[in-house]
């Protein structure tokens, strides 16, 4: 995407715990084939250094559905493979740049299926008002959210969402798959 929207996606850094899911279509990835995902970038706005925003986890799937149908729509979290976990994220620092993830387990996206990605953040402190990610308006629901100061959400059981028409501004690294093992 190319928005510059506040949507409260991947995460909305003023509440102190955020879960989100969105889909992206393989038209708008056109993944090619022999590749994994090795990195995952959300474009920060960067209005002030972010310091309670930290703690994340990050699954990736492949799903049949192209929107979230209901604010209880949410894709199970057992269907999805978990990519990246840490208490030390990249710094949110001040002016707009994207944000790197280093996935801890690549994942091997089948480039026909729809992407599903889900965000859980789980500090239990917020940044300022002011500070969020871009996001791109879309057509149906791409994304379903939920956040909260008091309740972290348990991926596994969400509670009812907030059904967005837009998706997170995010790119993708791509590489090889290996074709050979790292170790002998």
Request: net charge negative.
């Amino acid at each position: 995407g190319t928005g510059t929207t506040d949507l409260d996606l991947p995460v909305n850094v003023f509440y102190g715990y955020t879960y989100s899911q969105t889909i992206y279509y393989p038209t708008e990835i056109n993944y090619p084939e022999g590749y994994r995902i090795e990195k995952l970038y959300y474009y920060f706005n960067g209005y002030e250094t972010c310091e309670s925003t930290k703690d994340w986890v990050i699954w990736m799937g492949h799903t049949t559905d192209t929107t979230f149908g209901s604010t209880t729509g949410w894709i199970p979290v057992t269907s999805l493979t978990q990519v990246y976990a840490g208490e030390n994220i990249p710094q949110l620092q001040t002016g707009g740049y994207w944000m790197e993830f280093t996935l801890d387990t690549p994942f091997i996206y089948n480039g026909t299926d729809n992407l599903v990605i889900a965000v859980d953040e789980n500090t239990p402190s917020y940044d300022s008002g002011s500070a969020y990610f871009y996001c791109t308006s879309a057509t149906g629901y791409r994304s379903l959210r939920y956040y909260s100061d008091s309740t972290n959400p348990d991926p596994a059981a969400p509670p009812a969402g907030t059904q967005i028409a837009g998706l997170p501004n995010t790119k993708l690294y791509v590489a090889p798959i290996p074709t050979v093992p790292a170790i002998s």
